[in-house]
């Protein structure tokens, strides 16, 4: 029984020195951590210190630079001022002493710039480039040139003027049809244009190279007939003053068939009813002109009858001269009648065709104008070529409704005065039966009366 108390009171005495152990070991473990942490601290503070006196330090820096700097700049602007004071008394000095030199300068700039594209664009300015640099210094100068200048501009015009007058056989290099390089002979016709042996050659001053131009104007010069002919001729000789613009444009010049062809279906129908119209008038006109030379002859020879108008109405007179005045004179009308109805056979044809050309131009210019109004719809007016076929129809179906409707209305006209002169003709003749068979009723009532 008291072996247990004693037990139990051991027990509680080794925890209390295990608990005295713990925290004897657990306060010294948290003074080197706070002494570790105090350290750490202390480092941190003097970084800190460090840093602070650094950054002072740049500041100081920056401020000193600061005030340099405005200092500077204060005698900058000083300056500036002071040396615009003097510029602006330079330019006035300036400007007095140059007096008209400054519009002679202007004049120069001008005059170069315009030699200067002479000789980009001409033939001559290639072979003579002695002073194209000189010329591009006078047009990119800011101040007024010098003697050296002004002597290189006036020969470099001299030269110019000397090489427009000027036939020459010289070489260049040509870009074929196939695309490949070749050299040929050519004669350049002063500063105008370069001939070669087809035709007028296109000059590109930048690469150094030529081609014949698409299409050659007719009587085109080459460098045979050149080499042929006398000197006196070769100045007469037509040429391309523009420089190429014009043989250019003679490319884009469309033929014939092309502008028939803008004409589309319309225009196509017109142009059949004009072959449709000239063929009846050149059938009719040809018809009428044997009718006119039968009654010439049968005027001539009035007994022996013949197969055209006139003979049939003599065969008419000749069949009814036993009957009265009144009926001969209504059986010739009605000759007459037939005849002329044959006589403007394909007349009214021709008029309806005259008519009808210039309305079909009219339908070809509306149909057109609304295949261009719903190309602008579309693509909008922005580029004229999208525009350009149905205003060539436009125009185009108008063009040949007109020249359609011309000669057939001439043609019309000529055919029915010639047709109405026949006309005349056979009622005079006819008037004339007439009167004589009047005659011949009258002499026998005359002479029984006196009977």
Known sequence: MTIKPLILAVSLLGLSINTATANTELLKETKQASHVQKQHDAQRESGFKQTEQSLKAQRNALIAERKKLQKESDQLSATFSKNEKTLATLEQQLHLETGSLGELFGVVRQTAKDVNAELKNSMSGSENNKYNQLIADIVAAKSLPSMTQLTGLWQTMAQQVNASSELELTTVTMINGSGHRQSINAYRLGNMALVGEGGFLQW??????ATY?????KLTPTTTILSEMPSEQVIMMASDPSRGIMLEQLANTPTMKERLQAGGVVGKIIIGLLLIGLIISLFNGVRLFVIRQQIRKQLKQPQELGQNPLGRVLAVYDAEKQRSVEALELRLLETIVD??????????????????????GLLGTVTGMIETFQVITLFGNGDP??????????????????VAAMPLLLTHNILSSQAESIRTILEKQGLGLVAEQAEKVVQPNAMDMAA
Do not use: H, R
């Open 204 to 209: 590109d001053n930048k690469k150094q190279v």
């Open 213 to 217: 131009y698409a299409q050659q104007p």
């Open 339 to 360: 005849e002329q109805q044959g006589l403007e056979k394909g007349l009214s044809m021709l008029k309806l065709l005259a008519a009808l050309a210039p309305m079909l």
């Open 385 to 402: 070529k999208v525009m350009a076929g149905g205003i060539s129809m436009a125009l185009v179906t108008t063009v040949l409704g007109l």
